[in-house]
């Protein structure tokens, strides 16, 4: 009789162990799976934080750096008669002074178009596998823009243009992409037109509210060429040297940007099969 009730009582010890084990180890997966979503939570907030900051120095780049081409668009216009930026305007104008007979004039045109091609594909080269790669490209904006300020000879126009023009097709790889979205800093009617049909896609339903970075380089543009303009009237070509100290200073900011701000700036081209090189500074 006794060994059976010490059975018993050993049988409801072991019962109740097992059931406070099974309390135990569903507590502990409790604990690890509220610590687990609270990491999760905390790392997509980390990254929302950084994305918006990113964002943010984006939309400064694009907004300055489109003032700074407009500023020296207009200012360009005036000093040397043709469009430094515009090239859809300089293509249609070099086809009527062909229809016109005024060949040497096309020619300086042409030329103009072909300069601003290899000044995109340049600033492109510049900035391969670079962190900084604003810095890097108003560095040589900088220059571009300093050696136009420099030449006042008018039989040295046509090469004070085609710096000028340099310049502007450097300064386009700055800024390529803000989080994925396709931005332009001198590509004016793109944003626009990219501005336009954001509008429409919103009236017809979409929920995306992203569209409206793309007014941002025609903001900038817009200021840039209204004191560019106005400028230029009070100094004359003198104001291709404040151009010049503009871009400087904002080469000085650039590089104050942390590298880690200014990803995803670029559209990056994928490679089957190769590895992308570390970026350097």
């Known amino acids: 009789m006794h060994k059976t009730v010490q059975t018993g ?47 943010a120095v984006g939309v400064f780049l694009v907004v300055t750096i489109s003032f700074l081409a407009g500023m020296t668009d207009a200012a360009g216009l005036l000093v040397a008669g043709s469009f430094v930026s515009f090239m859809s305007g300089n293509t249609t104008r070099a086809a009527v002074t062909l229809a016109d007979g005024q060949y040497g004039y096309a020619a300086v045109l042409l030329g103009a178009l072909a300069i601003f091609v290899a000044g995109n594909a340049l600033g492109i080269i510049i900035v391969h596998n670079a962190t900084r790669r604003a810095f890097r490209v108003l560095s040589a904006v900088t220059i571009a823009l300093g050696v136009a300020a420099t030449i006042n000879d008018p039989a040295l126009a046509t090469l004070r243009f085609y710096a000028l023009v340099l310049a502007m097709g450097l300064v386009n790889a700055a800024v390529e992409h803000i989080e994925g979205l396709p931005i332009g800093l001198t590509y004016v009617t793109g944003a626009l037109s990219r501005f336009g049909r954001g509008i429409g896609h919103w009236m017809v339903g979409s929920p995306r509210r992203d569209w409206i970075i793309q007014i941002a380089p025609w903001i900038g543009m817009a200021a840039g060429g209204i004191c560019g303009a106005f400028l230029e009237r009070m100094l004359g070509g003198g104001v291709l040297w404040l151009v010049c100290a503009l871009s400087a200073s904002l080469t000085v900011l650039a590089f104050l940007i942390p590298p880690r701000l200014q990803k995803r700036l670029a559209q990056h081209a994928q490679h089957p099969g190769k590895a992308r090189s570390r970026p350097t500074s």
């Open 9 to 55: 009582r050993v049988a409801v010890t072991r019962s109740l162990f097992a059931v406070l084990r099974v309390m135990i180890d569903r507590s502990r997966r409790r604990i690890t799976a509220g610590g687990d979503e609270g990491a999760i939570m905390t790392l997509e907030r980390r990254r929302r934080i950084i994305r918006t900051r990113r964002t």
